[in-house]
């Protein structure tokens, strides 16, 4: 028995132990309980019943300062009310926390949980502050054990107070009233000096704006008003917000670096450096766009801390090299003194300098003491830079009057020297225009005689085309006379036979007799193969009729609706002499009519066709294996031609000079050299584009691009 007692008091002193310091409090209540908590790193999340069974670690530190952590933090302690005092609140007073959840258990065993959730808008929060602020109720004499679940994608430092509602009213009224002043020393920096960018016209100052307003937003975000003020409705962009700004501001301050201290003239080395640590904020703020948040928080903060003290060194540098620059002086004071600032900051969330009022504010503190220096940098920037443009005006008032008197004395000569180069260019503008007029007119019939080839070659090839068919129907006239003869004979026949007395089976034995020696089946058949040969011969003088019809538009100069597809068909018709040694491949895809010139578009299919036979010709000369390939297709808003061959191909330095006007590589007689010249500038009146890709030896492709709603 007095085994099992004494095993059951050391459970209750380790139990006891276990808990840790219990947080007494009285009337004058107001404590900072940071050594009185207990802390546990969850590797996982947690139920409140699998949290009380962790091992929890005491805090040593004021502050528990736990780092960045992707895991839940739990925190627990306990309060034992002595005063009569029974509402207290509990204060958080970290505003970069994701969530904040308190839990504990009432006098009736019931769990109570209240959360409070950065991802939630700020109207739904009890307690219209930044902090996280929580009502504990607890009555005089009695103790409540409490657990905190926090979770943070920035760093978790936890100033954990117990105040009482009036005193927790007037530490919260302290920290607006510091934010006021703050928030008034960023807009009157912002507005006075934007005013002088608009009168100046200095960039530094539209940077230095843009780095005030940058760095404003970026500590009013830090301590949770701009969530509370600004953008209460928009969670998402609270979460993302201090990482934007604090990149937008860095690169401004950098940005200010370079042009105030002229760095990228006098210092390249140096100019290389600021913009490497802007590069380095630019990739934070990229990964921040591809939600990204803990890498890009960790960048932005790493390169803040190198840039800092990149720019520090680099502006002692400078001052080192020129020690009359005292605008710089300014900026390394500046400087340092926000380096101090967050040096405090730091300090006081590793526990080395006291959490108070002024280390928590330090950051603050200094950047509007910094904000104020760069303004007096400014202000004797531009007095210097005043002073400068004053002696540099004289200098250039002296040299001006110099130069008046040398212009004077210049102008003199300069008349007479222009008034005989004019006498001179007059005469050979004449000589050139009278040129250039020669030049048109050769232009002109070269055109003219450029069409009239093709005309030739147009008219060649249907002269062939027709002839055939036609040859086909006159062949067949005289054997069709001739079986037509034989059958109005056996009419007559019939007639007589019709009218004589002879028996009907002698009559019949007369008419079989005919129909063997004419061989009567033969002729039927003869008579309907002889009509279908006049049949297709012509039909198919009426297809090359038509084609003739489409393609002979050349001289039309008013846009109308035509199908390519048909136009590329009839220029195949009326070369169909010229291609009946090879093989031609079409695949029309189904393409709208479209508002163009369809005579000048069939020029275009006839040149480049022609040109196409002349390269298989050349390549294959009678022999079989010349193929041409005909494609049309819509693809967006353009309708394609591809017009493909297998023949010579053509050189890289062929291809570059092909519309050239009178480039050719045909023997002298065969080609004018104008035919692509001529192509070239129908596509563009019709604004569309031509690309060729050949391979010597292999072929070439000319694909044409024509846009469907040319109006």
């Known amino acids: 028995m007095l085994k099992k007692m004494l095993l059951l008091a050391c459970l209750i002193l380790l139990r006891a132990s276990s808990f840790g310091q219990v947080i007494v409090l009285d009337s004058s209540s107001h404590q900072l309980i940071g050594r009185s908590l207990q802390i546990y790193q969850s590797v996982q999340p947690l139920t409140?019943?699998?949290?009380?069974?962790?091992?929890?670690?005491?805090?040593?530190?004021?502050?528990?300062?736990?780092?960045?952590?992707?895991?839940?933090?739990?925190?627990?302690?306990?309060?034992?009310?002595?005063g009569p005092q029974r509402e207290y609140v509990l204060d958080v007073a970290n505003t970069n926390?994701?969530?904040v959840e308190l839990f504990y258990t009432d006098k009736q065993g019931q769990r109570v949980s209240t959360l409070i959730d950065k991802r939630q808008p700020f109207s739904l929060r009890s307690y219209k502050d930044p902090n996280y602020l929580f009502d504990l109720y607890i009555k005089q004499g009695e103790q409540q054990e409490y657990y905190l679940k926090i979770k943070s994608d920035m760093p978790i430092f936890l100033p954990v107070y117990i105040n009482h509602p009036q005193q927790q009213m007037i530490r919260s009224s302290k920290e607006y009233l510091f934010f006021g002043l703050y928030s008034g020393i960023v807009l009157i920096m912002v507005v006075y000096n934007?005013?002088?960018?608009v009168s100046i016209k200095d960039r530094s100052y539209l940077y230095y704006v843009i780095y005030v307003l940058g760095v404003g937003l970026t500590q009013i975000s830090l301590k949770g008003f701009g969530f509370q003020f600004l953008w209460p409705g928009l969670p998402g962009f609270e979460h993302i917000c201090v990482v934007l700004f604090a990149c937008i501001s860095?690169?401004?301050?950098?940005?200010?670096?370079?042009?105030f201290l002229d760095v990228p003239q006098a210092f390249p080395r140096i100019n290389r450096l600021l913009l490497l640590f802007a590069c380095l904020f630019l990739l934070s703020l990229v990964l921040l766009a591809f939600g990204e948040y803990g890498p890009a928080f960790q960048i932005m903060q790493s390169a803040t801390t190198i840039s800092s003290v990149g720019v520090l060194i680099s502006a002692s540098y400078i001052v080192a090299k020129n020690p009359k620059v005292s605008s710089a002086r300014y900026f390394i004071i500046a400087w340092s003194i926000l380096i101090i600032g967050g040096l405090v900051f730091l300090l006081k969330d590793f526990s080395v300098l006291p959490y108070n009022t002024f280390t928590n504010y330090a950051v603050q503190i200094s950047t509007a003491v910094e904000m104020a220096l760069l303004s007096f940098g400014l202000a004797n920037r531009i007095n210097i830079l005043k002073?400068?443009?004053?002696?540099?005006?004289?200098?250039?008032?002296?040299?001006?009057?110099?130069?008046?008197?040398?212009?004077?004395?210049?102008?003199i000569?300069?008349?007479?020297?222009?008034?005989?180069?004019?006498?001179?260019?007059?005469?050979?503008?004449?000589?050139?225009?009278?040129t250039l007029d020669d030049l048109k007119q050769t232009q002109s019939q070269l055109v003219e005689y450029e069409k009239m080839a093709s005309l030739g070659q147009l008219t060649a090839g249907i002269a062939h085309e027709i002839n055939n068919p036609i040859n086909f129907v006159t062949s067949n006239i005289a054997p069709l006379k001739r079986d037509v003869d034989i059958l109005l004979d056996f009419i007559n026949r019939l007639e007589l036979l019709n009218f004589s007395d002879l028996p009907e089976n002698e009559k019949r034995t007369a008419i079989d007799d005919f129909k063997e020696d004419q061989d009567f089946d033969y002729l039927k058949t003869e008579i309907n193969y002889l009509l279908k040969g006049i049949a297709d011969g012509a039909s198919r003088t009426a297809e090359i009729i038509k084609s003739l019809r489409i393609f002979s538009r050349l001289d039309e100069d008013a846009l109308k609706p035509a199908d390519l597809n048909e136009g590329l068909e009839s220029t195949v018709v009326i070369l169909n002499s010229a291609l009946s040694q090879l093989q031609v491949v079409k695949n029309y895809g189904p393409i709208p009519a479209i508002n163009c010139y369809p005579g000048k578009l069939n020029q275009i299919f006839l040149n480049i066709i022609s040109n196409a036979i002349y390269a298989v010709q050349e390549k294959f000369g009678n022999k079989p294996g010349g193929q041409i390939k005909l494609t049309t297709y819509k693809e967006n808003k353009n309708i394609h031609i591809v017009i493909e061959d297998n023949g010579t191909g053509m050189t890289e330095a062929t291809r570059k000079k092909i519309f050239e006007p009178f480039f050719t590589t045909k023997d002298v007689g065969q080609g004018t050299g104008l035919g692509m010249s001529i192509a070239f500038n129908i596509i563009l009146k019709h604004n569309g584009h031509i690309n060729i890709s050949s391979e010597l030896g292999k072929g070439s492709i000319f694909t044409i691009q024509i846009p469907d709603n040319l109006s």
């Open 250 to 259: 860095s690169i401004m301050a950098l940005l200010f670096t370079r042009r």
């Open 48 to 82: 409140l019943d699998s949290a009380r069974l962790r091992a929890f670690t005491p805090s040593t530190a004021q502050v528990p300062n736990l780092g960045i952590s992707e895991h839940e933090i739990w925190v627990r302690f306990t309060l034992y009310n002595q």
């Open 194 to 197: 934007f005013f002088l960018f």
């Open 413 to 434: 000569i300069l008349e007479q020297k222009v008034k005989a180069r004019t006498e001179e260019l007059q005469q050979k503008n004449e000589t050139i225009n009278n």
């Open 97 to 99: 926390l994701s969530s």
């Open 387 to 411: 002073k400068e443009k004053d002696e540099s005006r004289q200098a250039a008032l002296t040299v001006a009057r110099e130069n008046s008197r040398i212009i004077k004395e210049q102008n």
